[in-house]
């Protein structure tokens, strides 16, 4: 079955616009993941969502970052007023449910770069 | 604050080798491990997953292990390939809805 999809695949923005990021779950996924990783490091989580409610948004770091999943599948991640230090690849994932017994698969990414 | 390390960060092998990565991890109180390995350009693809009650998981010529009590795990990979050549990625879960990364050890197999 197809696996998860995520776009754009690359996101060129000057600083200060604003991007929205997209990514559609393997079907049936109820749980669904933003990481964002910079270069040369592991992925770091930003928020977590069961269903349609962001269950934990802990990891967003500020109040740019907005994330929705309007109908419990496919979700936007929303970055308003971009920085250069936004640049990263945003990487979705979905798992059956969030119980640890599930592996979280992961999307291509979406590379961002702010100039 | 869990940490996840990795070491090396890169390593480089002839082919036909047998090979050990290694992770490690700061809080024993873990859900499940999850070895991934990342393609440059490319999404992650999991590798294997070791629940907290499993020593460890076997996949082909991938062998994970997992040491809850001294916070390790090692990914060992028999009879290396050129196609093995990527940034190998251990996480962890602590039940909180996320998982938490090491930085990766980058392997290249050299034909």
């Known amino acids: 079955g197809a696996g998860v999809s995520q776009t754009p695949s690359n996101k060129v923005t000057e600083k200060g616009k604003y991007v929205e990021l997209r990514c559609d779950p393997i079907s049936g996924h109820t749980a669904l993941y933003w990481y964002r990783q910079s270069l040369g490091q592991g992925p770091e989580f930003l928020i977590y969502?069961?269903?349609?409610?962001?269950?934990?948004d802990s990891g967003l770091p500020n109040d740019r970052f907005f994330a929705v999943r309007p109908e419990g599948s496919v979700s936007t991640l929303k970055i308003q007023r971009t920085e250069r230090g936004d640049s990263a690849v945003y990487l979705c994932?979905?798992?059956?449910?969030?119980?640890?017994?599930?592996?979280?698969?992961f999307g291509p990414g979406t590379r961002l770069t702010v100039t | 604050k869990q940490e996840v390390t990795q070491i090396p960060a890169a390593l480089s092998v002839p082919e036909g080798e047998n090979l050990v990565l290694n992770c490690s991890f700061t809080d024993s109180a873990i859900y499940n491990l999850q070895w991934l390995r990342q393609d440059p350009g490319k999404g992650l693809t999991s590798l294997l997953l070791?629940?907290?009650?499993?020593r460890e998981q076997t996949s082909g010529r991938l062998n994970a292990s997992l040491d809850k009590s001294s916070g390790r795990s090692t990914l060992y990979i028999a009879a290396s390939q050129p196609g093995d050549s990527a940034t190998y990625l251990c996480?962890?879960?602590?039940?909180?809805?996320?998982?938490?990364f090491g930085t990766g050890t980058r392997l290249t197999i050299i034909p």
């Open positions: 994932a979905s798992s059956l449910n969030g119980d640890s017994s599930y592996e979280q698969y």
């Open positions: 969502f069961q269903g349609t409610g962001a269950a934990d």
């Open positions: 070791i629940q907290s009650s499993q």
């Open positions: 996480a962890v879960y602590l039940g909180n809805e996320k998982l938490t």
